[in-house]
């Protein structure tokens, strides 16, 4: 099974910083990544598909990058409701379709 | 508006059966492939199940395999988690998701792009 790695684990930074969060899968995935967003107690939200692909209504802040094994999660300037866990998935080998560990990104 | 709704969870004895379901409104359910995704507390996502849109196609975790049994019912609108010998370790939050799909160039892209709340199964004696 592709393995899914994110880092960091957990960062802090402040409102209207730029944030990037890293991704590596096990071997090469292609494009087949998603990333999600998910806040205390409620579901996933999806942001972005494609690896690159920004889904209809979320921020342009938000932005994804990569191909193959290594993948990027960026906040170009951190608002206050984008504090929240963010998981990337993969979708180019399965089952399973396996999930990173997460992102915590809290308020420094 | 398109929504999914589970039901279902709820407190169960170690080896014990739950089934849980999962209500789709606003979207053609019979269209969609869909799945179940859960989460133990304090941890992080773990894709349980996929099931295509005409259930030719079923997929399961290693964890669960043997043990739950995923279905639909199109003319329902409505999505199916039946789970068997339950364990402490399946305790979690369990999410449906619809699975989306995007072409581009010469490949589908999947994601899952609408969520429902979830519904919490508590294993314990």
């Known amino acids: 099974a592709i393995r899914m790695t994110q880092s960091p684990s957990s960062l802090s930074a402040s409102t209207g910083d730029r944030v990037t969060i890293t991704c590596r899968a096990s071997q090469g995935i292609s494009s087949y990544l998603a990333w999600y967003q998910q806040k205390p107690g409620k579901a996933p939200k999806l942001l972005i598909y494609a690896a690159s692909t920004l889904q209809s209504g979320v921020p342009s802040r938000f932005s994804g990058s990569g191909s193959g094994t290594d993948f990027t999660l960026t906040i170009s300037c951190l608002q206050s409701e984008d504090f929240a866990t963010y998981y990337c998935q993969q979708y180019y080998s399965y089952p399973p379709r396996t999930f990173g560990q997460g992102t915590k990104v809290e308020i420094k | 508006e398109v929504q999914l709704v589970e039901s279902g969870g709820g407190l169960v004895q170690p080896g014990g059966s739950l089934r849980l379901s999962c209500a789709a409104s606003?979207?053609?359910?019979?269209?969609?492939?869909m799945n179940w995704v859960r989460q133990a507390p304090g941890k992080g996502l773990e894709w349980v199940s996929y099931?295509?849109?005409?259930?030719?196609?079923?997929y399961y975790a290693d964890s669960v395999k043997g043990r739950f049994t995923i279905s639909r019912d199109n003319a329902k609108n409505s999505l199916y988690l039946q789970m068997n010998s339950l364990r402490a370790e399946d305790t979690a939050v369990y999410y449906c998701a619809r699975d989306a799909e995007w072409f581009s160039g010469d490949y589908y892209y999947y994601y899952m792009d609408v969520w429902g709340k979830g519904t919490t199964v508590t294993v314990s004696s």
């Open positions: 606003g979207f053609t359910f019979s269209s969609y492939s």
């Open positions: 099931i295509s849109s005409s259930s030719s196609t079923i």
